[in-house]
């Protein structure tokens, strides 16, 4: 628009700078979160994230729980992701007090891991598709296929969301005895649904206009600011925890470790398409060697009584580095019992990667990096 | 306490540094690191005067170069407070924690917010849950807690909040009757365990801060200062047991273990159904009989019991005679208020004739 509708004299009037307020309760802020905007006309020039909505305790309860007990509240961190939570809590004590999961039950955990990824993803793809404004279409695909796994969970542990299936020693009791015919029949569904969404999104205009070249990151910055999973990734550092540290029996399986090449919106989405893949391949290599035995380690006591010690276990969970610090003092409840949340660390950097865009973009990039509050919040 | 036995036992067989640990040795020759062996990963510790030295080192030598912080964590040792940084290096792919303390007085550690700036968030939150102040942190405000909390929630002296918290008047209540019906009965207020452990706990403390400044005052060695410290405990404590027996009614009475003793009735009931039945069958009766033999006998069984011991005032029957009470207003309340209606009152002399009518029942009950 050229046409001039301002007085010459308004040119020279001071200008201010408008805070604007998102939230907490907004349908684009993925939960309770809120951020202060200052923008300059539809410029961000500032932005303050507030956090803290959802905090529970979660990190003072389980002190005040024995070992078995703080599963659960794990399941309550990142609610996307249970049992990459789970997996990474239970190998914690496991390492702690010196147990050995049988290998069946390793090959369950990292089957149902895996395939909660994908969930957590094709939630990502679901509400992210909604604030880029393909609204409703890639949502509908997305939920369609996560409820297959969402059905194929609630079979292997009677829940829906707060699984609680691991336990240090092994799993809570073992998989149906269709078990195997069930995966592969939802990772059939699966593998359509993503070429579906492939389809859908990765070549779609609006998408492409709206999230190529937006919110770069470099890999420095993305190191400096402790960005971790996807998020990483898409800046081009080709860093997995299940490849670089590996932990529970991901040596075993063959993947790959998708990046993108311009940190921007738009490759975090293709790494996350692309992580789906192959998590299907571990998925589906995991079942071909799965063993017959048992789900539980032998000699496991009532309860648990880990040897005074510490430690930091990380896993790769679909939003990043999940870990979790533990110290010991020898009784039967962790004396100190740290999250680190993947999200919180990639809701750090928010600010950063905000400044100079405009609004509208702001919530795409802040759709982008997929958080989860209960796990910023704990 | 678990965790000071496995630091005298470091600090007697010192282990050996790993590879890790070693490079930071190399790094900074003149700084002295401890080594505590963890799994997956090594640990050292350092003063907080090397600290800023040290973590400067790890992220800009080239040898170390932790250009990545996962995890900033603060944990209360009680006396002291600590802080553990998680470190991995991309280029080198190698991982350390490392580990800083400050005394509880002065919770004070230079910032790392500089040097990564992830390290951002975690301090405040750091900052927020355990008191310790990040010496240069840009922006320590409350992350996650409102702002002016006022304490610090991780901090172990800061309790779990408990489901009485909610219920503040319903425990003052049974906290009064308890104590009323103490009174009539002529025996002590029982004495709260719980708090008097805290106050006893703070008074120790407080002796302990005393003597041990006094101490430094005098210029004592470390070994006097805790020789004196202990000799100032053992006299409280004399004294603390000669005052409790001096007033042998403030002794606290062994509370009475009502678990135990419902267990053992439930069980002695167990045992009566048991042998009633069987002498029942024996003689060979029907089933409603059989019934009606067992609950005679427990009948007589209840009976016997009160008799034997009249069982103690408990809060049970005070919530059985309250609820008895609040039966009897409200049987006054409606009957007081049909009176009134049926007499035509308007509705604030209606009002006016309960509460009359309820004032006149507590006196009858008092009387």
Known sequence: MTVEHRAPAEHELDTIDININVGPQHPATHGVFRMVLTVDGEVVTDLDPVIGYMHRGNEKLPENCDYRQAIGYHDRTDYLAQFSTEHCFVEAVETLAGLTAPDRAEYIRVILAELNRIASHLMFFGAFATDVGVFGTAFMYAFRDRETIQDLFEEVTGERMMYNYFRPGGVAWDVPDDFSERTKQVLAKINSGLNDLDGLLMDNEIVLARCRGLGSVSPEDAINWGLSGPMLRAS???????????????????????????????????????????????????????????????????????????????????????????????????????VRGASFSNLSALRAMSIGHYVADVIIILGSIDIVLCEVDR | MAEADTKEAVEEQPPEPGPVGRLFQAALPDVEFGVIETPLNETLTVTRDDFARVMDAAHNDERLSFDYLRCLSGVDYLTELETVYHLYSFSRKHTIAIKVRCPYEDPHVPTVSHIWHTANWHEREAHELYGIVYDGHPDLRPLLTEEGLGYYIMRKSHPLAEIEDWQEDYLDAIQKAKEQAAAASGEAPPVDEKARKIELAQKKAQIIKKTRDKARDEGLSAEDQKAAVQAALKQFEEEQAAADAAQPGAAPAKPVDERAAKIQLAQQKGALIKKTRDAARAKGLSSDEEKQAVAEALKKFSEEREAAAPAPAKPVQDRAAKIKLAQEKAVLIKKTRDEA????????????????????????QKG
């Open chain 2, 341 to 364: 209606r049926a007499k035509g009152l308007s509705s604030d002399e209606e009002k006016q004739a309960v509460s009359e009518a309820l004032k006149k029942f507590s006196e009858e």
């Open chain 1, 236 to 338: 081009g550092v080709q860093h997995d925890i299940r490849r670089a540290e590996p932990y529970s029996i991901y040596d075993r399986f063959e993947f790959d470790v998708p990046t993108g090449d311009q940190g921007d919106v738009f490759d975090r989405m293709y790494v996350r398409l692309e992580e789906m893949h192959q998590s299907v391949r571990i998925v589906e290599q995991a079942l071909a060697q799965m063993p017959e035995g048992p789900i539980m380690a032998e000699g496991m006591k009532r309860i648990l009584r880990p040897p005074a010690g510490e430690i930091y276990m990380r896993v790769e969970s679909p939003r990043g580095e999940y870990g979790v610090y533990i110290v010991s003092n020898g009784s039967d409840k962790p004396y100190r019992h740290k």
